[in-house]
């Protein structure tokens, strides 16, 4: 599985942003996908995860009630809907996808990851 993250940019606090995760490959729908982001100077941490139905979600407590994972297995694609974005929130961004019917918050179970896409929050 190749994974592709785009729709990062520049947005004011307050806003909204959608980053989308574009997977290539067959049966994408057997697997799990994790979002991550990396701040410059701290660890890569867990944002959410969806398993491989779309039936079951989970948040980091910093992202909770602002951001919305989803997924579309006819389009191979997982979408971050995110609102009401934070200064904090600024970092590369990173998809990942697992082999399990149910995603993870450690990144190091995950088998595939992708490039990452820039969001950045400005005050």
Known sequence: VQ???SGGGL???GGSLRVSCAASGRRFSLYS???FRQAPGKEREFVAAISWGGGT???ADSVKGRFTISR???KNTVYLQMNSLEPEDTAVYYCAAL???SG???ASNYDYWGPGTQVT???
């Open 104 to 106: 993870s918050p450690y």
């Open 33 to 35: 996908v994790g979002w």
């Open 3 to 5: 994974l592709q993250a």
């Open 121 to 123: 929050v400005s005050a």
């Open 99 to 101: 082999r399990h019917d």
């Open 11 to 13: 947005v004011q606090a």
């Open 57 to 59: 979600t989970s948040y």
């Open 72 to 74: 579309d297995n006819v």
